[in-house]
């Protein structure tokens, strides 16, 4: 029966859920400066010799997030050696933590629909219309 999924991509899972554990159970103890930070997700090489780290972080400040993505930077090897401790490979993979950001373009795009539907509203109680009016023309039709 064949695997469903590469060797890679369960590496890569498993790898995930390990340094998520490490950035909330162990770095904090080690540098408390870094704010609430998340593993969105992991892209691991075929030859399983280098790993991006995908984070998102819950900070709306751009100063902030560049110092805390500057901290993991800092300290890669910590995380590396703990990862190595919780994981059994011959060789772990070179981490390059790299910022994530889909939440923040996710919202951006919200906001913008949002927007988008209230000056539509506006528009249409400016010609003299409600969307329930035109809503209710429709279904008489």
Same mark, same amino acid.
């Given at each position: 029966?064949?695997?469903?999924?590469?060797?890679?991509?369960?590496?890569?899972?498993?790898?995930?859920?390990?340094?998520?554990?490490?950035?909330?159970?162990?770095?904090?103890?080690?540098?408390?400066?870094?704010?609430?930070?998340?593993?969105?997700?992991?892209?691991?090489?075929?030859?399983?010799?280098?790993?991006?780290?995908?984070?998102?972080?819950?900070?709306?400040?751009?100063?902030?997030?560049?110092?805390?993505?500057?901290?993991?930077?800092?300290?890669?090897?910590?995380?590396?050696? $703990?990862?190595?401790?919780?994981?059994?490979?011959? $060789?772990?993979? $070179?981490?390059?933590?790299?910022?994530?950001? !889909?939440?923040?373009?996710?919202?951006?795009? !919200?906001?913008?629909?949002?927007?988008?539907?209230?000056?539509?509203?506006?528009?249409?109680?400016?010609?003299?219309?409600?969307?329930?009016?035109?809503?209710?023309?429709?279904?008489?039709?």
């Amino acid at each position: 029966m064949a695997r469903e999924f590469s060797r890679t991509d369960r590496v890569g899972q498993q790898i995930h859920k390990e340094i998520a554990s490490i950035l909330q159970n162990e770095f904090k103890n080690r540098d408390p400066r870094l704010g609430m930070v998340t593993v969105a997700s992991v892209e691991i090489s075929r030859d399983l010799a280098y790993a991006k780290i995908f984070v998102t972080f819950f900070e709306n400040d751009e100063e902030k997030i560049k110092e805390d993505l500057a901290i993991l930077k800092d300290n890669k090897g910590f995380v590396r050696s $703990a990862l190595a401790s919780k994981m059994r490979m011959r $060789a772990v993979p $070179a981490l390059t933590f790299v910022r994530d950001g !889909s939440l923040a373009e996710g919202i951006r795009i !919200s906001n913008l629909v949002d927007e988008t539907i209230s000056k539509d509203a506006e528009r249409a109680k400016k010609a003299g219309r409600s969307d329930n009016a035109s809503d209710n023309s429709e279904e008489s039709k």
